[in-house]
DNA sequence: GGTTGGAATGAAACCGGTTGCACAACCGGT
DNA sequence: ACCGGTTGTGCAACCGGTTTCATTCCAACC
């Protein structure tokens, strides 16, 4: 396995000159770093990573905490973030926890050692304890916002009560949000903008909390039918699909007797013509998570540039026509 | 941060006491053990992987691959992978592609140099590009086999089986099964095994490609209900989803009109009395592989010992009363 | 009582890079 | 011809552990 070493011998020149013509060829004359490049390729050269790391402080490892996998919202998010974080060299590695436990807040503590930055979406961890947590090491919140921290999210709050809105201009005089865990950040917001939008010209029946699986989506048609709700708002996919299929089951059809709100992805595989869908972009949000965090890696510390605590928000369209 | 220096001056021992202390308590005598693991404490000591990994040749580093996320069927694996290496110390880290092109494998060879190893579920590569890769480095199939690889896969196709057999047995005279992905190790497993079981009693549909989205479940009704089969076998869990509410939709009862079998947590969410279910333990696969994975990593090299090239099979149990 | 062998420990090399500092060569300006 | 200032390069220290080898000490053995 060839070293910078032998690279530098063949070059024939100092192992500093040929760690600096690979990784900061700017320092280097460019014939030596035509040469010494050319060393690497004849050798094969691949610089040791751990190596780097220990010399260079950064580890090239960036964890994501997500608290499950089992939930779709989570699995494009993933992507786009690993995506982004291989076009920097550096690896992903996943944590699943909710950051809301002491032995989560162990875990974290542990990893925070090995990697050089976290991407955080810990929907349900109180904000006095992942403040802290995140603010001890480079991190993004991922569809979360602590004030304070930088963060991005989808405005699903926005679409949600423009859903409202549209059930209720559409004469739906009685409409059921089924929510999701109790103390999840989204879902609070959620909650007050659907709130927001039927106060004093709707009923609204708040249910849940419901985890996010087509189990509970079946065991919430009963409150549904209950409520009387001819329109029905649902926080995650697989919870719609257990609606519809429920409902179904019950010889209600949708979105002929009852409307279900659902995610793009639901629409267009069940072929839900006249549903409203709502579209979270998710691999954007990984992505842009994944950049903000490379930002603040690479920002040279206490550099008094920006502290971009921002909190950005990405636009959930909501359609209301089929799709064709 | 406290250093391994910190500790064995605060201990009054060399550095080389003191790593032995925490590495290797065998060899320094109890007392001075004693003492050094008191000051780490005191201190707070957190070895620094980067730096044993650099002396000790290990990364402490792990991957998975998978050909997606979106799949359930391979997040349980992770959890279980996740569970196993976390319990020796390790990290896993995911990579999130086929192993079947030219980019996957120099992603695979580019990670291999940074990690110990690698849990491989490639269900779609070719033999002859998954066994030098896996050869390589020390690597566990999932879910395939290859001769001369370790690898722990699901019995499904033995399932699979049965439930043709079951389906003929209860008197079924045209079964359809719902393939997956062309090239997929698994696929080409299950539908000898379901050949085998109908040859010459019943006739069998062999439907397919099919991505495991609930999509392909709603498209393939048409072709299940054109074939005139009264009892469907689908591969994966959302494919099943899709088919029964693509059949609903057309007014079928499910398994009222027709019989679908599906994934147990397919059967328990949507309440489905009556329909056959097998259930595949995910997590016990990603723990059991790790752990195969773990002893070849830790296996001193040409140790002579066993080439451990096994091929586990974990049963797959096909249920036919309903749950309760 | 002198020799032998094992246990406990320390000094220093080592893993494979990065980087601060010193130095030489070369630049244009006066 | 002399000087301050780049530019390009090498030496050696350094990151924080692990491990080899040598050394010391002491109990056991002939």
Redesign the interface.
Known sequence: MATLDHVAQHAGVSKATASRALSRPSLVSPATVARVLDSARVLGF?P????R??AGGR?G?VAIVVPT??N?FF?PI??GA?EQAAASGL????A?HGLDSPADIAAFD??S??VDGFLIAAPRGADEVVYPAAAGIPSVLIDREIAGLPSVSADTATAFGELARGFIDRGHTSIAFVGGPDRSWQNTQRIAAVQAAAAGRCTLTVLGPYPA???SG?TATAAIVESGATAVISYAAAIS??L??GL??RGLAVPGDIIVSADDS?V????LRGAPSIEVDGEELGRQAMHRLIERIDAPPHSGVLPDAAATKLPVPVRWSPID
Chains 1, 2 share one sequence.
């Open positions: 691949v040791n990573r751990t190596a790391a220990l580890t490892l996998l089992e779709s699995t993933i992507r690993q690896h992903l590695t996943i699943v542990t990893l050692r090995q699986t087509v189990a079946v699909l257990g519809i299929f179904n089951a639901v267009a595989a069940l072929n």
